[in-house]
């Protein structure tokens, strides 16, 4: 008879296991999961580009007060974006990990800019991007709120994307002119 | 329509829940226990809601909302045709998102926490929308009962939701029709079976001429599309008459406040009843039944000009703080009332519910029976003042 693999948040928390155990335990698994991540971003039209990712695609552009068509969210609202999704993988990791079956999950995040005048050309000096940005994370769950408040804490300590933002990183740019 | 005396205590509705009847709640929302085994939990806590409001001297009680969700969304496990989503859910189909977000932002609440009830078919009742909880309660007490059930407006406005309610009802006028066809049939019940009064709940009707200008919002349980404002009102004077239309023998009210969601006051909506009160006069029912214990509900003055054209139920205490009302203040604000009211037109009842949603009340059930003492205490002085 087929093992009947239990589902919790819609997980199958031993699979989850196996391959976080798989990523410890693997070179080779480790050396996939730990990059190099890709993303490829082309311009089309005015402020719009859409970025390619593996088999994905996202598009991208500002808001008509930009004179833009405002025909999708723009790159750092994307990256509020993305660093809630990464909370909210964390997030259902750790519970799904500890057996807490969460009902529903919502992160708010925002962030104004420092300095936006330098991205305007108007500044030379100061930070045009968020010099914080908040995150609270709305959750209903089986567990006290002693046990969730760790498992959002293992979230943001363990998220990718906010410990990427939250560091100093290192941006190596390059730069090609391509024919004339 | 006569009462046997002045002043008389009544409440909004709702009680706080019980952990263990809003899990409860949660286990017969997800499936896990039927609404008759959900019902034997929630008789206990109806009977201390009872027990606790006669206690505190409360004339006309409630059976404290104890089996519902909400005041409104309720009403999906007494309809057919009738969904309750989540905010959450609904997002793709929101026009406005932008608009939504900020009110979401505003009101320091997740999408998921705010439910609806929309319809996605033709809306038909079944047994009732509210009389299991009037038999249940009406067989408990000796004491005169009120039932809150959800306004024709209110219903209609949060139910019709553009790209999910349209097939069966192209318009929101198309449901209204059906909306107030039930909510009269569950009059004409709850008469029949001895209810003294019966309240409408249409908070949303602050939202109209309070609430922001998104063409769309949730604020007040007002989700859906809203027009002008005078249009709106015009369209809630409407429907409440068409339901209460040669209706007597029942005292009807209707209750407007300005949300009960939160305890953070400056997140909620503020402003005077005066831009209502034309239309509210016109709506045929007997109460008004207002929060007035907060300064975000503007000044009593606003009444002097409509004097004694309808009873007013007094909010004279904050469901959402924990000071207790002193009795002698309360004294003071209807006195003030009564320099050009009459005291026979005037009721005592806190300004809402003490647990408008069963996962966020506003309060304990200790500090609401303290509450309730202090009311009642002022109505006793008050009518030795004034019998």
């Known amino acids: 008879m087929a093992k009947v693999e239990k ?30 991540w890709k993303s490829r971003v082309v311009w089309q039209k005015g402020f719009k ?42 997030f259902v990791l750790n519970a799904t990990l500890r057996g807490v079956q969460v009902h529903d999950l919502e992160i708010a995040l925002e962030g104004n800019f420092d300095n936006i005048l330098k991205w305007a050309g108007h500044s030379k000096d ?12 709305f959750v209903r769950a089986d567990a006290s709120d002693a046990v969730l408040k760790e498992i959002w804490k293992a979230a943001v300590d363990g998220s990718p994307v906010v410990q990427t933002v939250a560091r100093p990183t290192n941006i190596v740019t390059e730069f090609e002119a391509v024919g004339s | 329509m006569s009462k046997a005396k002045l002043f008389p205590v009544t409440v909004v509705g709702s009680w706080p829940r019980a952990p ?16 008759a085994e959900f019902n034997l939990i929630a008789d206990d806590a109806v009977l201390a809601a009872i027990k606790y409001q006669e206690d505190a001297g409360v ?80 067989a408990h007490t000796t004491r005169q009962t009120k039932i809150p059930i959800p306004g024709p407006y209110l219903l209609t406005r949060s139910a019709w939701f553009e790209g999910l309610s349209d097939k069966a009802y192209p318009t929101r006028e198309d449901l209204a029709k059906d909306v107030v066809q039930i909510l009269r049939n ?4 709850l008469k029949k079976r001895g209810c003294d009064f019966i309240q409408f709940d249409e908070p949303s009707l602050t939202q109209v001429v309070y609430g922001d200008e998104a063409e769309q919002t949730f604020m007040c349980a007002a989700l859906g599309t809203r027009r002008d404002p005078a249009e709106e009102l015009e369209f809630a004077v ?48 007997h109460q008004l039944v207002l ?36 009795p002698k203040q309360i004294v003071q604000s209807v006195n003030k009332l009564l320099e050009f009211y009459d005291a026979d037109k005037i009721f005592l009842n806190p300004d809402c519910g003490f647990g408008t949603f069963a996962e966020r009340c506003v309060n304990t059930p200790e500090i609401a029976f303290k509450k309730l003492q202090s009311v009642s205490r002022a109505a006793e002085i008050l009518r030795k003042e004034h019998n």
């Open chain 1, 126 to 137: 100061g930070n045009p991007g968020y010099p914080t940005i908040k995150a609270k994370c």
């Open chain 2, 186 to 189: 569950e009059v004409i019940e």
């Open chain 2, 20 to 35: 263990w009847l809003v899990q409860a709640l949660r286990r017969r929302q997800n499936g896990e226990i039927t609404q």
């Open chain 2, 238 to 285: 409407r429907l409440m008459n068409e339901t209460v239309e040669g209706i007597d023998g029942v005292r009807f009210g209707v209750h407007i406040c300005r949300g009960n969601w939160s305890r953070k006051e400056d997140v909620l909506l503020k402003g005077n009843y005066g831009p209502l009160l034309p239309w509210l006069m016109r709506m045929n029912i």
């Open chain 2, 59 to 138: 004339d006309i009680l409630t059976d404290g909302e104890v089996r519902r969700d909400n005041f409104y969304s309720f009403v999906v496990e007494k309809l057919s045709g009738i969904r309750l989503m989540k905010l959450s859910e609904l997002m793709d189909y929101v026009k406005d998102r932008a608009g939504f977000e900020e009110i979401l932002r505003a009101a320091d609440v997740p999408s998921f926490a705010i439910k609806s009830p929309i319809a996605v078919d033709k809306v038909t009742g079944r047994d009732g929308i509210s009389l299991d909880e009037f038999d249940f309660l009406k």
């Open chain 1, 49 to 90: 580009a859409k970025a390619y990712m593996r088999q994905h695609a996202v598009q991208m552009d500002e808001p008509e007060g930009l004179d833009a068509q405002d025909s999708a969210a723009s790159a750092h609202e994307q990256l509020l974006s993305a660093m809630g999704s990464c909370l909210t993988v964390g």
């Open chain 1, 7 to 36: 589902e919790l948040n819609g997980l199958r928390p031993d699979k989850i296991k196996e391959i976080l155990d798989s990523m410890r335990d693997n070179p080779e698994v480790l050396k996939a999961v730990t990059g190099p």
């Open chain 2, 291 to 326: 929060e007035m214990a907060t300064p975000r509900a503007g000044e009593i003055e606003v009444f002097r000009e409509y004097k004694n054209q309808k009873e007013l139920g007094l909010g004279v205490a904050n469901p959402r703080i924990d000071t207790i009302e002193d």
